[in-house]
């Protein structure tokens, strides 16, 4: 049974074609618009957009530098500070990415604006909201942006002044938003969750109904008969023994869940919203069978490998694009993705001593891996000859040949 056995059943109690349409029976209309908050009344979008943010918000963004041994963090880079703790004087690093996410699940791109100090460095990086830029094209066919200000104001900012993750990005350089793409689902949803708030409301489906009685009741007996109605309800007057006079009788109604069929009708809900950000059901709280694995593990790693990855991806691409300098290949920054892909204890300590016993790791990458701090003569790599360290290895290697 599906959704429309649910309005089916609705048409038996009320007129559906006017609650609906907004009309006689004070509908909420099905032609309204979906807003950002009102969307985010929906609790499986809220869950989605909440997951995935607060996820972006876990990975620290840092700045690399390249060395003879590969990369090394660039503590002395003022990006470093601006990405890996705070891009501005009133937010946190998790913050910021939280609304920019938010933003660009929502609205279709999360933008921010680059400030500048007069040495022509990045100073801090403030989010906007992508419903107040315009893109405007000039005479020479260079995009600029205009963004609507407070107070009616507006400026115009050029592309390097502008951080923009588009979800869906179109030709023009415009974007797709995600709730105005997915308009006519999402009012779908709304309608049926606010029909449903409006059912429980209004009690259209009533406890009993007392009858028996072949003549009309005149005004005080319709008053008496109420009054004793109520002294039989609300939890504490319950399984009270009911007295009813004059013949009159009570038959219980009982509410019908396969007629109501509101659970089927959310379970459709999460799995549409599901769809449309590309996370598991069952990460949205949906109990179920699992299509990926069989444990939390698999599917954490299939949300990760497909929608965190891909999204951190286009996070740095965008922000090495215009936070680095254009002759500046040695700097770059990047996601710190570990700490959610390393596995629970057992998995973790396997791969460490591969990792050693291989020569691909040391003692002391193993422990920043764990947030401890480094030992004495933990940089030493070691290969399966005896566990000795490679420079050992080399050393004894030349003496021989010496020899």
């Not at 000039?138 to 050029?158: E, H, P, W």
């Not at 793409?181 to 708030?197: C, D, I, P």
């Not at 973790?348 to 691909?360: D, F, L, P, S, T």
Request: net charge neutral.
């Amino acid at each position: 049974m599906g959704i429309g056995s649910i309005f089916n059943s609705i048409e038996k109690r009320s007129n559906i074609q006017d609650y609906f349409s907004g009309g006689i029976s004070g509908g909420i209309g099905i032609s309204r618009n979906v807003s950002e908050n009102a969307a985010l009344g929906i609790t499986a979008l809220w869950s989605a957009v909440n997951l995935i943010s607060n996820t972006i918000g876990l990975f620290p963004l840092v700045t690399y530098k390249k060395s003879k041994q590969g990369k090394e963090k660039d503590f002395s880079n003022n990006l470093y500070r601006l990405l890996h703790d705070s891009p501005n004087e009133y937010m946190s690093r998790f913050e910021f990415f939280q609304i920019m996410v938010s933003n660009y699940l929502l609205n279709g791109c999360g933008a921010a604006e680059i400030k500048y100090d007069a040495r022509g460095q990045v100073e801090s990086i403030y989010p906007l909201d992508p419903n107040s830029i315009t893109i405007e094209k000039t005479a020479n066919d260079k995009l600029v942006y205009k963004v609507r200000c407070d107070k009616g104001s507006s400026k115009i900012l050029q592309s390097y002044q502008l951080i923009l993750i588009k979800y869906y990005p179109k030709c023009d350089g415009s974007w797709l938003s995600v709730i105005g793409t997915h308009r006519e689902s999402l009012k779908l949803q709304m309608t049926v969750r606010e029909f449903g708030a409006k059912t429980f409301r209004d009690g259209i489906n009533p406890a009993g109904i007392v009858s028996g009685v072949s003549r009309s009741m005149n005004e005080n007996s319709r008053k008496t008969l109420s009054d004793n109605m109520q002294n039989y309800g609300g939890l504490g007057n319950t399984h009270k023994v009911m007295l009813l006079e004059e013949g009159l009788s009570f038959s219980k109604v009982s509410i019908n869940a396969e007629d109501a069929q509101f659970i089927e009708s959310m379970n459709f809900s999460v799995e549409e919203i599901a769809r449309i950000f590309n996370v598991p059901a069952i990460l949205l709280n949906k109990s179920g069978t699992t299509s990926w694995g069989s444990g939390i593990a698999e599917l954490v790693q299939g949300f990760i490998s497909l929608n965190i990855g891909p999204l951190c991806s286009k996070i740095e691409q965008e922000f090495n694009r215009k936070l680095v300098s254009v002759d500046n290949t040695e700097t770059y920054c990047k996601f710190i993705m570990d700490g959610l892909l390393r596995g629970n204890v057992t998995e973790r300590n396997e791969a460490y001593v591969k990792g050693i016993m291989n020569g691909y790791k040391s003692i002391n990458e193993v422990r920043n891996h764990e947030d401890l701090d480094p030992i004495e003569g933990g940089d030493s790599y070691f290969i399966p000859l005896n566990l000795q360290t490679l420079l050992n290895a080399v050393n004894n290697n030349r003496e021989e040949n010496n020899e």
